[in-house]
T-cell receptor, first 115, second 110 residues
Framework: DGGITQSPKYLFRKEGQNVTLSCEQNLNHDAMYWYRQDPGQGLRLIYYSQIVNDFQKGDIAEGYSVSREKKESFPLTVTSAQKNPTAFYLC??????????????FGSGTRLTVV | AQSVTQLGSHVSVSEGALVLLRCNYSSSVPPYLFWYVQYPNQGLQLLLKYTSAATLVKGINGFEAEFKKSETSFHLTKPSAHMSDAAEYFCAVSESDMRFGAGTRLTVKP
């Protein structure tokens, strides 16, 4: 079955460390997205990519970086510049960006905790 | 700019009672509207979507939503709540990208 796989499910980071969250999809979707979820704040867009080798900042990109070298993969790096990284991170994909009718498919998330 | 507002961050109902989760949208063009459900420590799962084909949309798990343009609303309902419906529900609107509401946590009391 097609879907989105996020790994790891739980991740612990020490202060000052960079960590990378994995997101892989086998849906042949062009667009991929990273969201951050905090209690009571809904989903906030970090970065999105409409096509391979291209990505754009979302609403809260500071302290994060991404790459899109393959259509299937859209890893997110949480850098040491992110002051409050503890959150639940969700990856999503859609058939095509700008095509609102299709909706998004979500991965099962990664919970990142700073220790 | 498109946006959605979910009225009520927490809703509590008794098992077997009507579920009503409220969502109002703002959009400059006829919108595509979605409801997603999220169980603890999981991703979002699509419940239903409105794409202008019909104003009453039926989704999974017995949920439905009605698009009311005059009220700019897309409220989610279920006639009889089940314990397994306890989760967080997100309304979303999509023009070129998708914007989510803050979510409503549904609690079902036995």
């Amino acid at each position: 079955d097609g879907g989105i796989t996020q790994s790891p499910k739980y991740l612990f980071r020490k202060e000052g460390q960079n960590v990378t969250l994995s997101c892989e999809q086998n849906l042949n979707h062009d667009a991929m997205y990273w969201y951050r979820q905090d209690p009571g704040q809904g989903l906030r867009l970090i970065y999105y990519s409409q096509i391979v080798n291209d990505f754009q900042k979302g609403d809260i990109a500071e302290g994060y970086s991404v790459s899109r070298e393959k259509k299937e993969s859209f890893p997110l790096t949480v850098t040491s510049a992110q002051k409050n990284p503890t959150a639940f991170y969700l990856c999503a994909s859609s058939i095509s960006a700008g095509q609102g009718i299709y909706g998004y498919t979500f991965g099962s998330g990664t919970r990142l905790t700073v220790v | 700019a498109q946006s959605v507002t979910q009225l009520g961050s927490h809703v509590s109902v008794s098992e077997g009672a009507l579920v009503l989760l409220r969502c109002n949208y703002s959009s400059s063009v006829p919108p595509y509207l979605f409801w997603y459900v999220q169980y603890p420590n999981q991703g979002l799962q699509l419940l239903l979507k409105y794409t202008s084909a019909a104003t009453l949309v039926k989704g999974i798990n017995g949920f439905e939503a009605e698009f009311k343009k005059s009220e700019t609303s897309f409220h989610l309902t279920k006639p009889s709540a089940h314990m397994s419906d306890a989760a967080e529900y997100f309304c979303a609107v999509s023009e070129s990208d998708m914007r989510f509401g803050a979510g409503t946590r549904l609690t079902v009391k036995p």
